[in-house]
């Protein structure tokens, strides 16, 4: 049965969440993903910030589940679930998505009881960088 999943993660890794997308697409999956607004020359950043999230929450209420894409460290962390994507979860738990990532998240990111109660199921796969 094809899936109707929202990936999300951080910018940073934005190349890297599109190949997987593609790939997932190449399967036979639906798959959104986000929209790189950075090159739209916005001269605000907190406008592009608060546009990002709007498209982005729309995304989520249109799928089925969500993929955390955290499999690359970043900051020092392993398993990275920056704060975009934590309020990303957050809207996916409360409309009743189901919630995935790639990676367990490092257990000392400050919102570590919250993800926890959010149930995030964690694939056991690998996937190519």
């Not at 605000?44 to 608060?50: F, I, N, P, S, W």
């Not at 993929?67 to 920056?82: E, H, Q």
């Not at 257990?107 to 926890?116: A, M, V």
Request: aromatic share 8%; charged share 25%.
């Amino acid at each position: 049965m094809p899936l109707n999943v929202c990936l999300i993660g951080s910018m940073r890794n934005y190349d890297h969440i599109l190949n997987l997308a593609k790939d997932l697409q190449d399967a036979g999956h639906r798959v959104s993903v986000p929209v790189d607004l950075s090159e739209r020359g916005y001269s605000d950043r907190t406008k592009m910030k608060a546009e990002f999230m709007k498209n982005m929450f729309e995304s989520i209420r249109s799928c089925d589940s969500i993929l955390v894409v955290n499999d690359i460290d970043r900051g020092g962390y392993s398993g990275y679930i920056g704060p975009n994507t934590f309020l990303q979860l957050g809207l996916g738990f409360s409309l009743g998505k189901t919630l995935y990532c790639l990676e367990n998240w490092d257990k000392r990111l400050p919102y570590n009881e919250e993800l926890e109660a959010m149930n995030i199921r964690q694939l056991d796969i690998k996937l190519p960088h």
